[in-house]
C-alpha cells in the first residue's frame, strides 16, 4: 500500500515570496491534515480536511496560509507571502474517518526562509 | 485544551539498557493517547496507542507503555535498546468528537543511543 506523498522534499525561499506544497493522501483515507513542525517542536495542526470541507482550521494563519483539497483526494498548501518564521517541515498525515484513528505521516517538505 | 508535557528534551542510553520515556498530559475527558517515532528526514510512524481497556499497551519494535490516570502520564518503556532505536519520540493526545479527531504532541525526546 503506498503511503502519504508530498512534494516538493525541500524548498528553499526569499521572504515575501510565494510556495506551495502539495500532498496525495493514502487511497480511501476521507481525513487529511496539515501540521507545520519547527525545529526542536512537535507538529502543530495547521488544517484538517474531511473529504473537501475544513473541520479545523483554528490554528493556520489565514492572513498568509491557504489550503484546499478539491475533490476530497489531494491537498495543497500555501503560503503568501512567506515569512522568516515559517521556516519548519510541513508535514501532511491522513486517515480514515472516525476518532482516535491512527494518522498516517508522509515524509514532510521542509522549508527555509531567507 | 489539551496539552502534552515531554519533560526530557534529551535522552542517552547504552545498547541493550532498559528506556522509559516520560509523558504527562492534559485533557478534561478520557484521552485518546499515541506515541510516535520520527527518524531524520523522515515522517512520524506509530508506535503505539491507547484509547480504553487495558492500561498496559504493547506496540511495535517492542515497546510498550503504560496509562496512569492519577498521574496523567502515559510513558513508553523499552527493555532493551537497540542502536536503530535511535530517534525523535513525540507523545500526543487525541481530542474531539464524532469524525474529528486532532492530535496534540510535546516537544518530543530525542534518543541517543551509544553502542
Known amino acids: 500500500e503506498a503511503g502519504v506523498a508530498q512534494s516538493p522534499r525541500y524548498k528553499i525561499i526569499e521572504k515575501r515570496q510565494s510556495v506551495a506544497f502539495w500532498c496525495n493522501p493514502i487511497?480511501?483515507?476521507?481525513?487529511l491534515y496539515w501540521y507545520q513542525q519547527i525545529l526542536g517542536q512537535g507538529p502543530k495542526l495547521l488544517i484538517q480536511?474531511?473529504?473537501?470541507?475544513?473541520?479545523?482550521d483554528s490554528q493556520l494563519p489565514k492572513d498568509r496560509f491557504s489550503a484546499e483539497r478539491l475533490k476530497g483526494v489531494d491537498s495543497t498548501l500555501k503560503i503568501q507571502p512567506a515569512k522568516l518564521e515559517d521556516s519548519a517541515v510541513y508535514l501532511c498525515?491522513?486517515?480514515?474517518?472516525?476518532?482516535?484513528?491512527?494518522?498516517?505521516f508522509g515524509p514532510g517538505t521542509r522549508l527555509t526562509v531567507l | 485544551a489539551q496539552s502534552v508535557t515531554q519533560p526530557d528534551i534529551h535522552i542517552t542510553v547504552s545498547e541493550g539498557a532498559s528506556l522509559e520515556l516520560r509523558c504527562n498530559y492534559s485533557?478534561?475527558?478520557?484521552?485518546?493517547l499515541f506515541w510516535y517515532v520520527q527518524s531524520p528526514g523522515q515522517g512520524l510512524q506509530l508506535l503505539l496507542k491507547y484509547f480504553s481497556g487495558d492500561t498496559l499497551v504493547q506496540g511495535i519494535k517492542g515497546f510498550e507503555a503504560e496509562f496512569k490516570r492519577s498521574q496523567s502520564s502515559f510513558n513508553l518503556r523499552k527493555p532493551s535498546v537497540h542502536w536503530s532505536d535511535a530517534a525523535e519520540y513525540f507523545c500526543?493526545?487525541?481530542?474531539?468528537?464524532?469524525?474529528?479527531?486532532?492530535?496534540?504532541f510535546g516537544t518530543g525526546t530525542r534518543l541517543q543511543v551509544t553502542l
Open positions: 500526543a493526545v487525541g481530542a474531539g468528537t464524532g469524525t474529528a479527531s486532532k492530535l496534540t
Open positions: 498525515a491522513s486517515s480514515l474517518s472516525g476518532r482516535g484513528n491512527e494518522q498516517f
Open positions: 485533557y478534561g475527558a478520557t484521552p485518546y
Open positions: 487511497s480511501g483515507h476521507a481525513t
Open positions: 480536511f474531511q473529504n473537501n470541507g475544513v473541520v479545523d
